[in-house]
Every structure is written in C-alpha cells, then in structure tokens.
C-alpha cells in the first residue's frame, strides 16, 4: 500500500508528517531521504511480512517450553536419612546430596524426638553428622528438615537404638603404627569381638589403636577427638565381655592402674564369700578386768559416799563431846553403821578403795610401831576424850574409826573429792 505524507517540519531526529485529511505523524528523519525540507511529499509503501512472523512466533513457543521444563515440572526433593552406625553413646547420621532443582536453599536442620537438635553447616557439602552423649540402650527418633525458596520438605522419620555395654559391634577401630605380629593380633581381636576395622579415621571411627603418637593418621584422631588407646584396649573388651572405659589404655596411661577381668573379681569375691569371719569385732569383744576396775574407780559409788558421811557424823559427835563435855555425845544419837559397797563383776580393787574394814596384813605392818587398837578392850581400859569416860564398846568403835582414817590417809588419792579434810578433824582429837 503506498501512501503520501507532506512534510512540515524536519528536526535532528523527528519529522512532522502531514496526512492528506491534515492528521499529524511523528517519523524518524533518519528514515526519510537526507535531501528533504519542509513542504516535501515522500512515498512510503506499508506491507505485511509473514516469513518473518511465523519465525518470531517459533521462537517465542520454544522459549515458554523451555521455562515450562525449567521451572514447571522440576521440585526440591526430600533428603533421605540413614544410619551409617551406633555405639553405646553416639550415632551416625548421613543422607544423599540434596536436590534442589531451581528452588534457593534456606537451611537444612536435624531434629531429635521430635526437639530440634540443630543446623547443619554447608548443607550442600556436609552428608553426615554424629550424635554424642546419647544414654545406652535407648531408642532415639531423628528426622530431617530441608527449607528452600520453593518450600519445606521433610525427610522421613528413623528410629535408632543404642546398643548394650556387652554389643560391641558398634566399635570401629583404625590402627595406626604397630609392629607386624601385633597389627596381626589386633586383626584377630577385631574379628572375635565383632566389631569393624577402618583403614583411614573416619566420622564413625570410634577408636584409633597404636604404639606411637606419629603419622597423619594419627593426627587427624587427635583433631577429631577420637580415644588414642594402645592394643590391650581390644582385649579388655575381649575379656570383660563389654566395652571397658580407655583411661587406662591411653598412650601415657600406666598399667597397673587398668581393671582386672570379670573372672578375676568373680574369684576374688567368691574368696572373700568362703573366708570365715569372727563372730566378734573389735568393738563388740568383752572388756577386760583391768577396764572394769578402772571404770569402777573412775565411777563413785554412793554406799561409799553414805559411809564417809556417817563418818563426819561421828568425828561431829566427838567435837561436840571435846566442847560439851560429853553432854552433847549423850544426847545424840548412836550413828548408822557403814552400809557395805556391792562390788561389780571382776573388780579386784581392796576393801580399802571402797570403804570397808581394813586389810589386817595392812594393819599388822601399820601398827607395829603403835598400840594394838583391838587389845584395848580387852584389858577393861576405856578411851579418855579430854577427861570423858564412854563405855568400852563406843571407845572400841571410835578407835576403829580413827585407824581406818589414819590407814586410807595413805589412799587419799583415790579418795572422791571432797573428803581431803577428815584428816584434820581427828588431828582435834586426842587419845
């Protein structure tokens, strides 16, 4: 179609065309021939291109399939967790690369019995994750959490059991520098026991078994955290039936401080069960009479203390007698006779100590230099208290008296206290 515009003004970069019913368009005069002005007429022929139409709209289908394909149809898939293995206190945890697909990862968690336990670090890189300080013999329940820009997906739910002290299958040992008979032992070892053998430290290596602290084997346990224990460690386990704790079988660890088997304790108890024991202890054996005596010496007796003081009652009375005249000694009356002391069992202490009737041997060596005491009666003489007659039998009983004391005055230190001043009152009395 061919159609003439007028032009009325021309610009550095648009002309002002003119319609032939006076309408006005906007041309680019770069389009238009480089020698017009205003008031020129141009031709301009309008024509439809369908090659060119068909191509644009080929294009633009294969571009929305792509899209579609892209993002349509692909999502971000769901981990999948496994246990890779687990010991009396710890698991083992690792999964497949996770698939995204066009979706922007958020973060990737780890839950515990339902409780977020917690992130895991470069989700993208990290395939697995280990569990310490789990109790033994109990049941856990892990499961994964994937959060991305397309949603949240969770893995499934995995039931995990730790094992028993005695189920050493669980143990993963790498042996680092042994001597060749010994590696052969540790092998051997190994198999018995049913544990698993790693040539390299890896995240389930429970132990790393060796002589010597080198290699970089060994430092990469030691990074890790991983129990550096000597080859004995394995045939602790061996012969205790269970797994034994590795304090002892450390490196620098010293031998004697290591547990004995369980057949030797079971010996030892079954010794200590045969071996007859004493009826009588230490504390319940009988105490001696040398206890006893100084028990009953240590202990007043209260007949004693009754008898000393019928004996201040009559020193009293022969005070009185000395100041009176004898009328006071008539008035009173006659004093209580001592009242024996009951002697425990096995007390070997003299009639002395507790009050009695002297010794006579004791009396025959005190009174040689002295007057027999019991002759007086018997010649009919009569004691004279400053000029005061009494009748024989009270001069006989107040001489008794005085010669007890002047025998016990050899004792008075195991006289109770307060009688250390009867001495001075018969020291008033004279004979």
């Known amino acids: 179609m061919l159609i003439s515009l007028t032009v009325g003004k021309v610009d550095a ?38 090659p060119s139409e068909a191509e644009s709209h080929e294009a633009f289908a294969t571009l929305q399939d792509e899209i579609f394909g892209t993002f349509g149809q ?37 839950y515990r019995n339902g409780a977020k336990a917690g992130n895991i670090p470069r989700p993208l890189e990290t395939l697995s994750t280990k569990i310490s300080g789990l109790a033994v013999d109990t049941e856990y329940t892990f499961h994964l959490v ?31 520098v042994l001597p060749a008979p010994l590696r052969d032992s ?56 269970r797994i034994v704790g590795v304090r002892e079988y450390y490196l620098n660890a010293d031998p004697r401080l290591r547990q004995i088997g369980q057949g030797v304790k079971a010996q030892q108890q079954q010794q200590q069960q045969q071996t007859p024991q004493s009826p009588l202890s230490s504390q ?15 202990i007043p007796d209260p007949t004693l203390s009754a008898h000393h003081n019928n004996e201040d009652e009559a020193v009293a009375q022969d005070v009185d007698s000395k100041k009176y005249g004898g009328k006071a000694d008539r008035m009173r009356q006659p004093s209580t006779p001592p009242i024996p002391s009951p002697k ?36 009919g003489k009569s004691v004279v208290i400053d000029g005061d007659d009494t009748a024989n039998g009270d001069a006989t009983a107040k001489t008794d008296r005085l010669q007890e004391h002047t025998t016990d005055g050899q004792d008075a230190a195991r006289k109770p206290k307060g009688q250390e001043g009867e001495g001075e009152s018969f020291s008033e009395v004279a004979l």
């Open 284 to 298: 319940d054996e009988p105490r001696s009479s040398d206890h006893q005596r100084s028990d009953s010496r240590r």
């Open 146 to 176: 994937l959060r991305t820009s397309a949603g949240t997906y969770s893995s499934q739910k995995l039931t995990v059991a730790t094992h028993k002290m005695t189920d050493l299958s669980g143990i993963t040992v790498t042996p680092g």
């Open 13 to 50: 970069g648009v002309a002002v065309l003119l319609t032939q019913d006076k309408r006005l368009i906007e041309f680019p005069s770069i389009l238009l021939p480089p020698d017009i002005s205003s008031g020129s007429i141009v031709d301009i022929t309008v024509a439809r291109n369908f």
């Open 186 to 241: 540790l092998e051997r070892a190994i198999d018995r026991i049913g544990a698993k053998q790693a040539d390299t430290v890896r995240i389930d290596t429970t132990h790393f078994v060796c002589t010597e602290g080198k290699g970089q084997q060994w430092e990469r346990a030691v990074e890790m955290n991983i129990p550096v224990v000597r080859p004995e460690w394995v045939e602790g386990c061996e012969r205790e039936g």
């Open 344 to 379: 425990s069992n096995g007390d070997h202490s003299s009639s002395d100590d507790e009050g009695g009737s002297p010794d006579p041997k004791s009396m025959a060596g005190n009174d040689e230099p002295k007057v027999r005491l019991e002759d007086r009666p018997r010649l």
């Open 74 to 110: 692909r999502s971000p898939s769901p981990p999948l967790l496994r246990c890779r293995n687990a010991t009396q206190t710890s698991v083992v945890l690792e999964w497949d690369p996770i698939q995204l697909a066009t979706a922007e990862l958020r973060s990737l968690s780890l």
